[in-house]
């Protein structure tokens, strides 16, 4: 029988990442429950604009050209994100009193809170998830996480700078 090469075995390797990472993502977003923290909005924020909020809620007030690197879209896309979500009253926006050609963003009152609904949520879930795994699986996965991410900073982004 003929051994597997490196990279053959490196696929297999992402593969059983791909699915394993989009069932923990299913799980942690899954049921009726993950709705809550959108209901009741004038046409409640696609999928996209909810991302986009988690964004901005992680990077925090910012222009206009950070939110959209943190997001990976280009300025005009980002902006028409932003416009959709200040028109929901989710996002703040304004000109920098010192450099009237910047734009800030930041998320408004109601987007704070729909966010902070969705964090619990989610948590929760995480939670339910850390205790099925047992302890030392959770701390494992802890550690796993934060080296992943680590790893994941000292990647080039697209634009072959350090992300």
Do not use: Y
Request: net charge positive; aromatic share 4%; glycine share 8%.
């Amino acid at each position: 029988m003929a051994r597997k090469k490196p990279q053959d075995e490196l696929l297999g390797k992402a593969r059983v990442v791909q699915v394993s990472t989009q069932r923990i993502r299913t799980f942690l977003l899954r049921g009726s429950h993950m709705d809550r923290a959108w209901k009741g909005l004038p046409k409640e924020p696609t999928f996209g604009q909810i991302r986009a909020m988690l964004a901005l809620h992680t990077v925090g007030p910012c222009t206009l050209k950070v939110f959209a690197e943190a997001i990976g879209v280009s300025g005009p896309t980002a902006s028409e994100k932003v416009e959709r979500l200040v028109e929901k009253g989710l996002v703040k926006r304004w000109r920098n009193p010192d450099n009237r050609r910047e734009v800030l963003i930041e998320l408004g009152d109601e987007g704070r809170k729909r966010i902070a609904e969705h964090e619990k949520i989610v948590l929760g879930h995480i939670c339910q998830l850390l205790e099925a795994i047992g302890p030392e699986d959770a701390n494992l996965m802890v550690e796993l996480t934060e080296r992943i991410a680590a790893a994941i900073d000292r990647l080039p982004s697209r634009g072959g700078k350090k992300a």
